[in-house]
Nanobody, 128 residues
Framework: QVQLVESGGGSVQAGGSLRLSCAASGYGYNNCMGWFRQAPGKEREGVAT???????TYAESVKGRFTISKDNGKNTLYLQMNSLKPEDTAMYYC???????????????????????WGQGTQVTVST
């Protein structure tokens, strides 16, 4: 069983930055990890994913503003969010799964059902 605990959410003004963290614990190695978000009334969507600590994949809406990274020694996943916009307001979730990834390929941004383990989420609110 794997436990994921997110932290780092909060309220910022547009243009600001936040860094989310996701601490992983428990038994099992999951090579695919990612960040998803869900705004009220909307479906959960993939934001960024990473294979181990290498290949990254980003949603078009966050490319150039968000950076996903992973510290394998600390079993911690990060999401650095810069130039935040009001439309980035959502609950952000960390997710993980062990799956086959082609050499040079990335982990999927969705659907969320592709991921087995989920954290409880951390709220990000961006105001104008």
């Amino acid at each position: 069983q794997v436990q994921l605990v997110e932290s780092g959410g909060g309220s910022v003004q547009a243009g600001g930055s936040l860094r989310l963290s996701c601490a992983a614990s428990g038994y099992g190695y999951n090579n695919c990890m990612g960040w998803f978000r869900q705004a009220p009334g909307k479906e959960r969507e993939g934001v960024a994913t990473i294979v181990s600590d290498r290949t990254t994949t980003y949603a078009e809406s966050v490319k150039g503003r968000f950076t996903i990274s992973k510290d394998n020694g600390k079993n911690t996943l990060y999401l650095q969010m810069n130039s935040l916009k009001p439309e980035d307001t959502a609950m952000y979730y960390c997710a993980a799964v062990r799956r086959t990834v082609l050499l040079g390929g990335g982990c999927p941004l969705g659907p969320p059902a592709e991921y087995r383990y989920w954290g409880q989420g951390t709220q990000v609110t961006v105001s104008t």
